[in-house]
């Protein structure tokens, strides 16, 4: 048996490096990077802001655009790795398999669609659902993410939502398929201290409920003490 499956690993990233191309010349963002994570672990990663933590995020993603960027290392999932796959088979993974949860809470949705439409993308893109399936499958994540009255909040567009609400959103969006992992990267930083508390809460629901692995980004060391394994 693999490594992998003997330890419960989802993932894992061996000697990972991201270098930038600036004025025909690449400089490091991400150097040497090796980490694992098990299922049902929050693996917090720490560092200053400019560190290289998002950049590290987006290169698991394979977000980069080669034309500017080189990457070097593993990033193995399911025994595969990802640094190897085409677009294609990123956005298999992308969504279904590993789920992020962006910086920004406000620019990673869409304001000009109702949250409803939103969720159903992802569901859209990966699931096979039917429209009933699809509007049951929201209630159950807003309702899942903590927001009080799913129904209307379905119906509603970003602008109308507080900072809490519109991350909770962004949470429910990253966990619709049912993702392995999740990438949470400062899911709570734009957020006020007791916002930043319940939205902590939820992601360890989650962890429990759905036995996901999750990468926690933060530059805040008391989220980390509370929160990461
Ligand atoms: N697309 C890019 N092109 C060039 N430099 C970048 C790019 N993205 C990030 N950087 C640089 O890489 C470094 C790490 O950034 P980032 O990963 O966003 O840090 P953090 O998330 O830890 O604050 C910074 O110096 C940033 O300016
Ligand atoms: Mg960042």
Do not use: W
Not at 26 to 37: G, I, K, R
Not at 86 to 100: P, Q, S, T, Y
Not at 142 to 171: C, K, W, Y
């Amino acid at each position: 048996m693999s490594r992998l499956v003997e330890d419960n690993v989802l993932l894992e990233l061996n000697d990972v490096s991201t270098s930038f191309k600036i004025s025909g010349q690449y400089y490091d963002a991400v150097s040497h990077v090796n980490l694992e994570v098990k299922k049902d672990e929050i693996l917090a990663i720490v560092g200053e802001s400019g560190c290289g933590k998002s950049t590290l995020a987006t290169t698991i993603m394979g977000l980069h655009n080669p034309d500017v960027t080189h990457i070097s290392g593993q990033v193995l999932f399911e025994g595969r790795d990802l640094l190897q796959f085409d677009e294609k088979g990123l956005n298999e993974v992308r969504g279904a398999k590993i789920g992020m949860i962006f910086q920004d809470p406000l620019s990673a949705l869409n304001p000009l669609k109702r949250i409803e439409d939103q969720i159903k993308e992802v569901l859209d893109y990966h699931t096979e659902m039917t429209a009933k399936e699809k509007h049951d499958r929201v209630i159950e994540l807003l309702d899942q993410v903590g927001i009080v009255n799913p129904e209307r909040t379905a119906n509603q567009f970003p602008h109308e939502l507080s900072g809490g609400m519109r991350q909770r959103v962004i949470i429910a969006i990253a966990i619709a398929c049912k993702p392995d992992i999740i990438i949470a990267d400062e899911p709570t930083t734009a957020l006020d201290v007791t916002i930043q508390a319940q939205i902590l809460d939820v992601l360890r629901g989650i962890q429990r409920e759905n036995h996901a692995g999750i990468i926690l980004i933060t530059h805040d060391l008391g989220v980390v003490a509370e929160t990461a394994d």
